[in-house]
């Protein structure tokens, strides 16, 4: 199974190949196509490439499946014998995107095989 671990918003996603993730708001229309640059982690089954913070030369390719809000949230204050009631709500807005293709450079592999080499030997 190929996965890959990517940043967005601050947030870290598992992105697999096929799968659709939920990832805070991005400003992109729906139908269009979205590249994460920041992969932290690319697996695929095998052989596990981890960045120093960040994968060089790799991405995720993923396609904007829908512009949605999560469930609401109540939120209440109270306190006792002084007459203070505040109840309020909040819908996280949420972008939901499929992953189309996870793609990692030639020269990332190597410089990932070369980090394995030196750190077993």
Known sequence: MRYAIVESGGKQYKAVE???I?????DVEVGKKVE?????????GE??????????GAKVSAT??????GPKITVFKYKP???YRVKTGHRQ??????????????GAK???????????S
Do not use: C, W, Y
């Open 18 to 20: 096929g799968q659709a």
């Open 22 to 26: 939920e990832v805070g708001r991005l």
């Open 36 to 44: 994460l640059d920041l992969v932290l982690l690319v697996s695929d």
């Open 47 to 56: 052989n596990v490439s981890i960045g120093t913070p960040h994968i060089a």
């Open 64 to 69: 904007v499946v829908a512009q949605d809000k």
């Open 81 to 83: 014998k002084i007459r």
């Open 93 to 106: 807005h949420f972008t939901r995107l499929m992953i189309d293709k996870i793609d990692v450079k030639s």
């Open 110 to 120: 190597k410089a990932a095989a070369a980090k394995e080499t030196a750190a077993e």
